[in-house]
């Protein structure tokens, strides 16, 4: 069967790993032990997916750069601590990635998580071994929702944008697809509801794992 695509890019939070609880746990104790009023688990959510740092002061009105360079360090100490156990892949998301490893797809992960937070939590899912590469946001210098991590996929695996699919659960996934050139894909098992993705005029909306498959 002829594929439409050579390659598929997978946000990694909110998308194939469902990290909600974790995340809100460790962003709102971390403003609390620095000191700081805690943002409402909504404003949190609203926060996921862009660069640790930007999220943090997207979530906290007035973070100075000295406070968000120290909630970074706070936060990134906490994680394993606190998110960790709460993290797993959501239901179909193993098994659809094993089927397209299969059929030859290349999959790739574009986050704004760093690899020393991404990689162990591959891991822990079951999802070693599937990727052909993890980008994270130590590869890029502007974060989502610039094009820069799909543009470096591009690059690495000779690739053109037609020739490639992304798919993530927030408006950043998928202006930075869109803004490489790439088809786009909004999931709505994740951080966004179907109208906030549809702000970003995506190609594709699924609600199941299952929706993938015909669309590829």
């Known amino acids: 069967m002829r594929h439409l695509y050579k390659c598929i890019i997978f946000d990694f939070d909110g998308t194939l790993a469902d990290t909600h609880e974790g995340i809100v746990k460790t962003y709102r104790e971390t403003i609390r032990l620095i000191g700081l009023p805690v943002p409402s688990v909504e404003k949190v959510t609203s926060t ?34 606190i998110a960790m156990p709460c993290i797993k892949a959501f239901d179909g998301a193993v098994d659809m990635l094993k089927a397209l490893h299969a059929e030859g797809y290349c999959l790739a992960i574009a986050t704004s998580r760093s690899h020393k937070s991404l990689e162990p939590l591959v891991c822990q899912l079951g999802m070693e071994g599937l990727f052909e590469g993890l980008y994270g946001a130590e590869d890029v210098v502007n ?3 610039a094009p820069d991590l799909v543009l470096r996929i591009l690059e690495d695996f000779c690739l053109e944008p037609d020739e490639v699919l992304v798919i993530g659960d927030a408006t950043y996934d998928l202006l930075m697809g869109k803004r490489a050139g790439c088809k786009v894909c909004g999931v709505t098992w994740g951080n966004q509801s179907a109208e906030q993705l549809g702000t970003a005029e995506p190609d594709h909306i699924v609600s199941t794992f299952n929706e993938i498959y015909q669309i590829i």
């Open 143 to 145: 974060h989502k929702p």
């Open 48 to 81: 996921i997916g862009l660069e640790l740092k930007d999220g943090l002061k997207a979530g906290v009105d007035g973070m100075t750069e000295e406070q968000a360079v120290e909630a970074c360090a706070v936060y990134r100490k906490i994680f394993p601590r």
